[in-house]
T-cell receptor
Framework: AQSVAQPEDQVKVAEGNPLTVKCTYS??????LFWYVQYPNRGLQFLLK??????LVKGSYGFEAEFNKSQTSFHLKKPSALVSDSALYFC?????????????FGKGTKLSVIP | NAGVTQTPKFQVLKTGQSMTLQCAQD?????MYWYRQDPGMGLRLIYY???????DKGEVPDGYNVSRLKKQNFLLGLESAAPSQTSVYFC????????????FGPGTRLTVT
């Protein structure tokens, strides 16, 4: 079975400071990893994904994430946080292979960027 | 492009009533999904459809049924609503089910009293 853990329910950071939202995963084989963001009363929006190749993945709105196979982690990062980054962030994992349809989401991390 | 649209946005049902949540996408995506989101539990997959005419159960299918008669539409039915089905329901679509990201609709907030 595949699973995702987001160990922090909430992260607070000052505007302009770097931010990190943590994610660890468990899956058989090489994982496909995704980050999504959810603003209040909205659906989820895709930020970035890791499928294969370079361990550092760049995505929308200046976000990036680093895949670390030995630590089974896929932390989301941004060099300088904006107040508008305040939202709920979800990490998700899918096992590789045809027929592997289920995308398993973490429980989410609420990011608050303080002006 | 409207992307993924869902109707209705809000719905209140009494226990035992039935209803259908509608989802449409205009991106010519092959795969579609229904999730429910509950506080502190992330998103859980109810049903998915890898392609038109096919459907499969996800993590929490009990009490629901689905229909994918047209490529652009994916319907979620509640035959006899229960208070445990109070949730926010999201539809999503993707080009395929494996490596492609999913695009989400705005959600339907359902309350069962």
């Amino acid at each position: 079975a595949q699973s995702v853990a987001q160990p922090e329910d909430q992260v607070k950071v000052a505007e302009g400071n770097p931010l990190t939202v943590k994610c660890t995963y468990s899956v058989s084989g090489n994982p496909y990893l995704f980050w999504y963001v959810q603003y209040p009363n909205r659906g989820l929006q895709f930020l970035l994904k890791y499928i294969t190749g370079d361990n550092l993945v760049k995505g929308s709105y200046g976000f990036e994430a680093e895949f670390n196979k030995s630590q089974t982690s896929f932390h989301l990062k941004k060099p300088s946080a904006l107040v508008s980054d305040s939202a709920l962030y979800f990490c998700a994992v899918r096992a590789p292979g045809a027929g592997s349809y289920q995308l398993t989401f973490g429980k989410g991390t609420k990011l608050s960027v303080i002006p | 492009n409207a992307g993924v649209t869902q109707t209705p946005k809000f719905q209140v049902l009494k226990t035992g009533q039935s209803m259908t949540l509608q989802c449409a996408q205009d991106m010519n995506h092959n795969s579609m999904y229904w999730y429910r989101q509950d506080p502190g539990m992330g998103l859980r997959l109810i049903y998915y459809s890898a392609s038109e005419g096919t459907t499969d159960k996800g993590e929490v299918p009990d009490g629901y049924n689905v229909s994918r008669l047209k490529k652009q539409n994916f319907l979620l039915g509640l035959e006899s609503a229960a208070p445990s089905q109070t949730s926010v329901y999201f539809c999503a679509s993707s080009y395929s089910e494996v490596t492609y990201e999913q695009y989400f609709g705005p959600g339907t907030r359902l309350t069962v009293t």
